[in-house]
């Protein structure tokens, strides 16, 4: 197609090969077809004489062009619509969170995914009641937790960690965590 004479020998080969691997490694074996082809058909705006050799010079100049022509044509693709985000149901969210907790290592309660919107959610649906008893209780169990993991913590994460517990919305959340889990605990038996 580009009327070479003489071909590479195989120490040439293998620099070739090298150079288009190490240059080019995102261009397909056709899309490097398409570009001699084009630089034959005299499409691009580059120098085609080879000299009778197929070197290093000679390939990048093609494909240089041809990367340039493929920019310009890739800018003028519309992206592919997006596909639109499907909408969890109520149930499918509690589900997930709930085998998230079940099937995970049931070490801490810190670590339910979603709370707050599976709480909302269960709390709607009245499966969650609490009596005031169950409330202390819950408010105790979080309080004893925070001061065991605030002692075992290094003195700058624990600094932090203070001043989280401090916080009515931090203790809120994780008070419905432990709920939650209580929660599932008592479906799985």
């Not at 070479?4 to 090298?18: K, S, W």
């Not at 082809?37 to 494909?63: L, R």
């Not at 969210?93 to 599976?118: P, S």
């Amino acid at each position: 197609m580009i009327g070479l004479t003489r071909l590479p020998d195989t120490i040439e080969l293998e620099v070739i090969e090298d150079f288009i691997r190490s240059t080019y490694p995102f261009f397909t074996i056709q899309e490097m077809r398409i570009a001699f082809k084009m630089a034959v058909q005299g499409k691009f705006d580059c120098n085609i004489e080879h000299y009778e050799k197929f070197s290093p010079k000679y390939i990048s100049g093609i494909m240089n062009a041809y990367k340039s022509k493929a920019n310009q044509v890739r800018k003028n693709i519309p992206p592919p619509p997006e596909q639109p985000v499907k909408q969890l149901t109520d149930h499918e969210i509690v589900d997930f969170t709930k085998e998230d907790w079940l099937n995970g290592k049931r070490e801490d309660f810190n670590r339910v995914f979603n709370a707050d919107k599976v709480f909302k959610i269960l709390l709607k649906q009245g499966k969650l009641t609490f009596t005031q008893d169950q409330i202390l209780e819950t408010i105790n169990v979080v309080r004893e937790d925070n001061l065991y993991r605030l002692n075992r913590m290094h003195p700058l994460d624990a600094k932090k960690f203070s001043q989280d517990i401090r916080r009515e919305d931090f203790i809120e959340l994780q008070c419905k965590k432990l709920a939650l889990v209580k929660y599932f605990e008592s479906l799985s038996s």
